[in-house]
């Protein structure tokens, strides 16, 4: 029997009956799933006998197993327990169950059965689960008869209700390595996904401008067939990859590859996931708006994800080179789409640990401030603040005459980034950030931070009057570290017009 795609159960949510036990009909009520009946005679004169199925370990390659056990007793009549195993397999990629079962008796000490029907019911709570997409389903079954003959049959399941399932997943991403022009940046990408949320069916991460792939790297690229064929040079391997998922015990990990694409420049990324089950998938990696990279992975199976975490290698083995500094808060956007049809898009701007700290010859903390689209009235403002010798404590933002804070918005279009002392992530609330009119307060943790990072989007900020027209303006910077003298730097910036 070939269940469903996307109906599966949950492998460590129920208590395994061992081998032996199952073959002999000795199983605990605790490894108890459903139940079967079982209908056998000839013409009107049939007979109806309970039973139940239990959940037991693999065997023969098989993931797991059933136990179907019917007591064949009737009246004054027993002919003792009847037991058959069924191996239950996991689909290429996760896709969906198949169950096999062994021979089915045909006589039961010296009686014959003549078998009519059999019916199984899996009804324990918290063991099946249904795909996250909505609509028909095949299922399809094969049978033997004793007499060498075959048959199939086949039958269908509708789901819906799809649209009533949460999806809210998170992705962090880091840049780690090297992140100066011409250095070899990393990127660490891990999503999570709620219990009870959605299954992903795609990915789709774009990088920052300014890092693009490495020629050298891509040399090393494995062809097709010999991907398949798992015969990769080592040279090939650029990362790692991590899954796990409700539905199975332990870790799915792998490799990550460079493996060549037919009438491409750029690589695929092939990801082999390895555990108690196998799951291969391939990211397309394209060039986006701007020349950005992006990589796309699509047809994820419809099983639950709680964590995927892939990581691509910096430095010497990287396949990935900045071709400018990509230190000032760069920006990654991920889109996730659900089997169910909802699609999520995020906004990562991931601290650099591989970044230095400004102005360290001279001790000195200093900012970089960018300014843009103060001419619609609604400009968007990024300071970057930077610490020398010592971490920061705060940073307040000063703006010039005619632009200021829209403080009915400013909280909701407010994006922060900072690194601990150590180049680590820093996380902050908006409640770190206190505003007035023509001032924005940054307080952060006694401990202090290396880098801080304030993105006001359109929104948060008002232009008037003849501000609107100006080429350039003065925003002033107070930088307070955690022990010494407070700095105020004010920086002439050149408005962008976007």
């Given at each position: 029997?070939s269940?469903?795609?996307?109906l599966?159960?949950?492998?460590?949510?129920?208590?395994?009956?061992?081998?032996?036990?199952a073959?002999?009909?000795?199983?605990?009520?605790s490894?108890r799933?459903g139940?079967?009946?079982?209908?056998?005679?000839?013409?009107?004169?049939?007979?109806?006998?309970?039973?139940?199925?239990?959940?037991?370990?693999?065997?023969?390659?098989?993931?797991?197993?059933?136990?179907?056990?019917?007591?064949?007793?009737?009246?004054?009549?027993?002919?003792?327990?009847?037991?058959?195993?069924?191996?239950?397999?996991?689909?290429?990629?996760?896709?969906g169950?198949?169950?096999?079962?062994?021979?089915?008796?045909?006589r039961l000490?010296?009686?014959?059965?003549?078998?009519?029907?059999?019916?199984?019911?899996?009804?324990?709570?918290?063991?099946?689960?249904?795909?996250?997409?909505c609509?028909?389903?095949?299922?399809?079954?094969?049978?033997?008869?004793?007499?060498?003959?075959s048959?199939?049959?086949g039958?269908?399941l509708?789901?819906?209700?799809?649209?009533?399932?949460?999806?809210?997943?998170?992705?962090?991403?880091?840049?780690?390595?090297?992140?100066?022009?011409?250095?070899?940046?990393?990127?660490?990408?891990?999503l999570?996904?709620?219990?009870?949320?959605?299954?992903?069916?795609k990915?789709t991460?774009t990088l920052p401008?300014?890092?693009?792939?490495?020629?050298?790297?891509?040399?090393a690229?494995?062809?097709?067939?010999?991907?398949?064929?798992?015969?990769?040079?080592a040279g090939?391997?650029?990362?790692?990859?991590?899954?796990?998922?409700?539905?199975?015990?332990?870790?799915?990990?792998?490799?990550?590859?460079?493996?060549?694409?037919?009438g491409?420049?750029?690589?695929?990324l092939?990801?082999r996931?390895?555990?108690?089950?196998?799951v291969?998938?391939m990211?397309?990696?394209?060039?986006g708006?701007?020349?950005?990279l992006?990589?796309?992975?699509?047809?994820?199976?419809?099983v639950?994800?709680?964590a995927?975490?892939?990581?691509?290698n910096?430095?010497?083995?990287?396949?990935?080179?900045?071709?400018?500094?990509?230190?000032?808060?760069?920006?990654?956007?991920?889109v996730?789409?659900?089997?169910?049809?909802?699609?999520?898009?995020?906004?990562?701007?991931?601290?650099?640990?591989?970044?230095?700290?400004?102005?360290?010859?001279?001790?000195?903390?200093?900012a970089?401030?960018?300014?843009?689209?103060?001419?619609?009235?609604?400009?968007?403002?990024?300071?970057?603040?930077?610490?020398?010798?010592?971490?920061?404590?705060s940073?307040?933002?000063t703006?010039p005459?005619?632009?200021?804070?829209?403080r009915?918005?400013?909280?909701?279009?407010?994006g922060?980034?900072?690194?601990?002392?150590?180049?680590?992530?820093?996380?902050?609330?908006?409640?770190?950030?206190?505003?007035?009119?023509?001032?924005?307060?940054?307080?952060?943790?006694?401990?202090?931070a290396?880098?801080?990072?304030?993105?006001?989007?359109?929104?948060?900020l008002?232009?008037?009057?003849?501000t609107?027209?100006?080429?350039?303006?003065?925003?002033?910077?107070?930088l307070?570290?955690?022990s010494?003298?407070?700095?105020?730097?004010?920086v002439?910036?050149?408005?962008?017009k976007?």
């Open positions: 029997m269940l469903p795609d996307g599966l159960g949950r492998l460590d949510a129920i208590p395994r009956c061992s081998l032996g036990a073959r002999t009909g000795d199983c605990p009520a490894s799933v139940s079967a009946t079982t209908v056998s005679g000839s013409g009107a004169s049939t007979i109806a006998l309970p039973g139940d199925v239990y959940f037991t370990d693999g065997y023969d390659g098989a993931i797991a197993g059933l136990a179907v056990v019917v007591q064949a007793k009737a009246g004054p009549i027993d002919l003792g327990r009847a037991v058959v195993m069924m191996k239950v397999s996991v689909r290429a990629n996760a896709g169950i198949d169950i096999t079962s062994e021979d089915l008796p045909t000490q010296g009686v014959p059965l003549t078998l009519q029907s059999i019916t199984l019911k899996i009804d324990r709570g918290g063991f099946l689960f249904n795909a996250s997409s609509g028909a389903k095949s299922a399809s079954a094969a049978f033997s008869s004793d007499l060498g003959t048959a199939s049959a039958s269908s509708t789901t819906t209700g799809c649209a009533g399932v949460p999806f809210a997943p998170k992705m962090d991403v880091d840049l780690t390595g090297g992140v100066k022009k011409d250095s070899k940046p990393g990127v660490k990408a891990s999570t996904v709620p219990a009870g949320h959605a299954n992903v069916r990915v991460l401008a300014g890092i693009g792939a490495d020629i050298a790297a891509l040399s690229m494995c062809a097709r067939d010999a991907y398949d064929a798992n015969a990769c040079p090939a391997v650029v990362g790692t990859a991590k899954a796990t998922s409700p539905a199975i015990s332990g870790e799915l990990s792998g490799p990550v590859t460079l493996v060549k694409k037919a491409s420049a750029l690589p695929d092939g990801v996931l390895r555990g108690l089950v196998n291969d998938l990211g397309a990696v394209s060039l708006a701007g020349n950005r992006v990589t796309t992975f699509d047809g994820i199976p419809d639950p994800l709680s995927f975490e892939l990581s691509l910096g430095g010497a083995k990287g396949a990935l080179i900045a071709s400018d500094d990509i230190c000032d808060a760069p920006t990654i956007t991920s996730i789409a659900a089997h169910t049809g909802a699609s999520k898009t995020l906004q990562t701007t991931p601290p650099s640990s591989g970044c230095a700290s400004a102005d360290t010859s001279s001790g000195q903390p200093s970089t401030v960018r300014l843009a689209g103060v001419k619609s009235g609604k400009p968007t403002l990024k300071v970057t603040a930077k610490g020398g010798a010592t971490a920061l404590r940073v307040i933002v703006l005459k005619g632009l200021s804070v829209d009915k918005t400013a909280a909701k279009k407010l922060l980034q900072a690194q601990t002392p150590k180049g680590g992530r820093l996380k902050l609330t908006k409640k770190a950030m206190t505003w007035k009119a023509q001032t924005f307060t940054l307080k952060l943790p006694s401990t202090g290396r880098t801080a990072t304030m993105t006001l989007r359109k929104g948060a008002k232009a008037k009057g003849k609107r027209k100006s080429k350039q303006l003065k925003i002033k910077v107070k307070t570290p955690v010494g003298a407070a700095r105020t730097q004010q002439t910036v050149r408005v962008a976007k």
